[in-house]
């Protein structure tokens, strides 16, 4: 049973890894002052500044500080919602995340 449940798992990561390496997602702060582009994953893929926050080097490492940490949560949630889909899509029809609560 868990043989077929289970078939094809490292696949499925793998097409979950993929379709998060090609989401192109974007934060700011400031205003746009610091604009990000990054990936599903997390991975910081173009960034914009302008030139007026180059001119303090301590609100720059604000921003950015703060950026990451944006980035960093909208990144887990994407991968959260594309692992849980992956797991549905392994579990046997019908068998729902909820109902794998009551096994443990």
């Known amino acids: 049973m868990f043989g077929n449940m289970f078939g094809g798992i490292k696949e499925k990561q793998a097409l ?3 379709e998060l390496r090609k989401m192109r997602l974007e934060e700011e702060v400031d205003g746009g002052a610091i604009k990000l582009v990054f990936d599903g994953k997390g991975e910081w893929k ?10 303090d080097a301590d609100q720059l490492e604000d921003l950015l500080i703060s ?3 944006k980035v960093q949560s909208v990144a887990l949630e994407k991968q959260q919602v594309i692992q849980q889909k992956m797991l549905q899509d392994i579990l046997p029809g019908g068998m729902g995340l909820d109902s794998l609560k009551d096994l443990f």
């Open 16 to 18: 979950a890894d993929e």
């Open 46 to 55: 173009d960034i914009s500044i302008a030139p007026t926050v180059l001119k």
């Open 67 to 69: 950026l990451a940490g």
